[in-house]
């Protein structure tokens, strides 16, 4: 991860061990819903399409655009909706295994910033 920041545990995350001693799991990447709402390509590819019709963002590299919606539906499975001055840091686990799926072809990504 980019900064300290970043390299936070999903179990330090109320909203997220609430989901994950729910299951049974110890980690948010091996929670059962996760695969569905941040790693299925039809999942995010549709999810793409409303946010490009909602905010007119094209994102051309496919990789890229299902990173990004990954996050966003990580965001609003956890905590439902956050504003667009409201973030939250991810955690390094979720990250990382969405980074695994949907790979940069240089190796390069942006990480979390905070609202301009």
């Keep these: 991860m980019g900064s300290i920041r970043e390299c936070r545990c999903c179990q330090e995350i109320p909203e997220m061990e609430s989901l994950t001693v729910s299951t049974g799991v110890g980690c948010i990447t091996d929670h059962p819903g996760f695969r569905s709402v941040c790693l299925d390509h039809y999942v995010l590819e549709t999810c793409y399409h409303w946010y490009n019709q909602q905010y007119g963002r094209a994102i051309q590299d496919a990789n890229e655009r299902f990173r990004y919606v990954a996050y966003r539906m990580l965001v609003r499975w956890v905590w439902k909706w956050l504003g667009r001055d409201i973030r939250v840091t991810l955690p390094a686990c979720a990250v990382a295994r969405i980074r695994e799926?949907?790979?940069?072809?240089?190796?390069?990504?942006?990480?979390?910033?905070d609202p301009e």
């Design 101 to 113: 799926q949907f790979p940069s072809a240089d190796g390069q990504y942006v990480g979390y910033r």
